[in-house]
Each structure stands twice: as C-alpha cells, then as structure tokens.
C-alpha cells in the first residue's frame, strides 16, 4: 500500500491542466495563516520561494505539481491526508486559480492505523525545496 499525504480530486486535475497550459509548470504551498488562512496557494514555479522548514508532501495532479506545507502547519496536519478540490469563490489574489472565479480549498481526513505505520515506514519527510523544482 502507498499512502499519499495529499492528493487532488478530478475537478482539480482538471482545472491544473488548464492553469499549466496558461502559466507552465506550477507548485502549491499550503500556508498557516495571514491573508488566506490556510488556502492552498497555486504559483507559477518560481514565484514562491520555499523555506527550509516547509514540508514537501508529494507531487499532485497529473502533471505532478510539487506540493510543500509550512513546517508548523505541518505539525497540525500530520495525522491527516489532504485532498485539493476546488469550489466556486474567489481565493486568493495571489494564486493562480483567482481569475477563474474558483479557488482551491483543502479536506482533511485523519489516516488509518494502517496508513500511519505505512508512512512511519516510508520514513521522514523531506523539508525545504527539493532538486529540480
């Protein structure tokens, strides 16, 4: 079994698909607070710069959009499986989603027994930007 942290639902594949055609390769980083609470922000690569205390999830979407969580946030929701969706609304100015009259939004579910021991398993998460992106 391979247990993923977060992951994305069809309608956000979809619309991920459209934003990577309009802006190229994309990134997500799920905040703790400030302006956005905790709204999943969508930015082109490069416009966000990741900390070396961000968490870097796994990759989501069809395309495999890197996917980091604030380090303390992170403390919060490490017992939880993310999933990205969108809803009608408008999100934030900041990510990319914003002109589309959508935004993303995050669902958590706590993981199983099961789950935890197989994440124990995969070993540590990996913090700041990783190699490539």
Known sequence: MTVKRVETTKTADTLLNQLVEKYGALMFHQSGGCCDGSSPMCYPIGDFKVGQRDVFLGYVGDTNIPF??????????????????????????????????????????????????????QGPVLTGPQPGL
Not at 77 to 84: G, Q, R
Not at 99 to 121: C, I, K, Q, Y
């Open 68 to 121: 980091y969580i604030g380090g303390d946030q992170f403390e919060y929701w490490k017992h939880t499986a993310l999933v990205i969706d969108v809803v009608p609304g408008r999100g934030s100015g900041f990510s990319v989603e914003a002109p589309e009259g959508v935004r993303f939004l995050t669902v958590s579910r706590v993981f199983s027994d099961d789950e935890v021991a197989e994440l124990e398993h």
